[in-house]
């Protein structure tokens, strides 16, 4: 089957050839109808005359609306007043599916088109964002591929959660209650004991009850654990996967990632390492901004849209205070009221975009801190049997490909960077 952006790119043109789409516009002038179609790839038009093709065929195709469905026979040539400076000129079309009015228009609001979501995929603005989610995927599995990870996958239905329980799905299991997974990251550790380096990417639930362009509640989670390992070896792993991500989509797709408002060139560019800073540090940085952060607060949305200011490339923040802290990141031996734990922050109002640490060794150490935060030991036994059989330094991180994705698309929103979002207001369509 042709494809539509293999027209664009020249490589049919002159050759007479058949065309599958849907039309994404259409308008009637004269005895011609000009059609552009859309395929998975891009638009197209095909201009229809009346004397080139059948009678049936053209009064079918004149009357035809938005998203029918169409087949277009005819020969490629170059028209620099086409979209896109190509076009068909028929010699033959079919009119496969007459679609009813499009209940999509101009100018409707958010919340329309996501009630439409499953129309509303086939815009152009999201096909674009799907093709950068393919190719970002494909570079994530690659990159971890290639630097010799293995893929393992961790069970969704869990017994308890790894990141508090304020943001934990609950499911009915057969009588008992059990959780949708937050992070694979306590499986990773066991994991890590047996095959060493390991990552995976899948979903991860989060009942996430403040509505924010940054936070869903099923989202995809690239997430690695390495064995052997501690906090800088795994830092560089998040800043290369995410070059590498940035360098393959510029690659695949640099008419999109330009249409969607960041041109291809910014993300070539993208670079390891990245800027790092410490916690203090980044609490001195807002202090001079006339912005104060109390000591040990998490740095919010404010805070790191004034840390990535212009920023080309996403930022490194490090040794964060302990207190507030998932139980199992390492205390800093020279500074026990920090952490070895680190998050890659991007620009854009895009926030965190991964989070991750060296891991706690010590087994009394790990059983105290679930204590202090209110959790019970006994539910994380299995766990802390990877503190008792051949424990090893190991670190690891988890990244959200949302996240990642609306960084390199420059969207404002998260939703959009994901077929049908899941939000705290709606899980339909
Ligand atoms: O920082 P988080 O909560 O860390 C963990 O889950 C660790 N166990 C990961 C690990 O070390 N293996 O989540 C990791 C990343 C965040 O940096 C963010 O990119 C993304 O997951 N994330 C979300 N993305 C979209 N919607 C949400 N509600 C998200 N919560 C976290
Ligand atoms: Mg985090």
């Known amino acids: 089957m042709v494809r539509i952006a293999d027209i664009l790119h020249g490589g049919h043109t002159g050759r007479e050839l058949e065309l599958k789409g849907w039309i994404y516009r259409t308008r009637s002038v004269g005895g011609k109808v000009f059609v552009v179609l859309r395929d998975d790839t891009g638009i197209l038009q095909a201009t229809i005359s009346k004397d080139a093709v059948p009678a049936d065929a053209f009064a079918a195709i004149a009357k035809a609306l938005i998203e029918s469905a169409v087949t277009v026979r005819g020969t490629v040539v170059e028209d620099k007043r086409a979209p ?78 790894s990141e508090g329980g304020a943001t934990l799905f609950e499911v009915e299991y ?7 997974t937050q992070s694979w990251q306590l499986y990773a550790e066991a994991l890590a004991l047996a095959m060493s380096k390991v990552y995976y990417i899948g979903p991860s639930f989060r009942a996430e009850k403040s509505r924010t362009t940054r936070h869903l509640t099923e989202y995809w989670h690239a997430e690695m654990e390495q064995a052997w390992a501690g906090m800088d070896d795994v830092i560089k792993h998040a800043e290369s996967v995410i070059a590498h991500a940035c ?9 999109d990632v330009a249409a969607l408002g960041r041109p291809p060139e910014v993300l070539k560019a993208v670079r390891a390492p990245f800027e790092r800073l410490t916690y203090d540090e980044a609490l001195r940085i807002l202090k001079a901004k006339g912005m104060d952060l109390e000591w040990g607060k998490d740095l919010r949305t404010l805070e790191e849209r004034a840390l990535t200011e212009g920023k080309a490339q996403p930022i490194i923040v490090t040794h964060y205070p302990r207190v507030s802290q998932a139980f199992y990141k390492a205390r800093d031996p020279t500074r026990p009221d920090l952490v070895l734990g680190f998050d890659v922050i991007g620009g854009d109002g895009v926030g965190e975009i991964v989070g991750g640490s060296e891991r706690e060794t010590d087994l009394e150490t790990i059983r105290k801190s679930l204590v202090d935060q209110g959790e019970d030991p006994k539910a994380y036994g299995w766990y802390l049997d990877s503190r008792r059989y051949g424990s090893v330094p190991h670190a690891g991180f988890g990244m959200g490909m949302e996240r990642l994705i609306q960084w390199i698309c420059k969207l404002e929103h998260i939703r959009d960077a994901v077929p049908f979002p899941r939000t705290p207001a709606r899980f339909a369509p």
């Open 174 to 180: 057969f009588g008992r209650k059990a959780y949708l």
């Open 247 to 255: 360098h393959r989509v510029a690659e695949a797709c640099p008419g």
């Open 84 to 161: 896109g400076g190509f076009e068909i000129r028929a010699t033959g079309v079919l009119v496969v599916h007459f679609a009813e009015k499009f209940p999509i228009q101009e100018d409707l609001s958010e919340e329309f088109l996501l009630d439409v979501r499953h129309l509303w995929v086939r815009s152009q603005r999201m096909t674009r964002i799907f093709r950068v989610r393919h190719a970002t995927f494909a570079a994530v599995h690659e990159y971890f591929r290639d630097q010799g990870f293995w893929e393992v996958h961790p069970p969704m239905i869990t017994p308890a959660g």
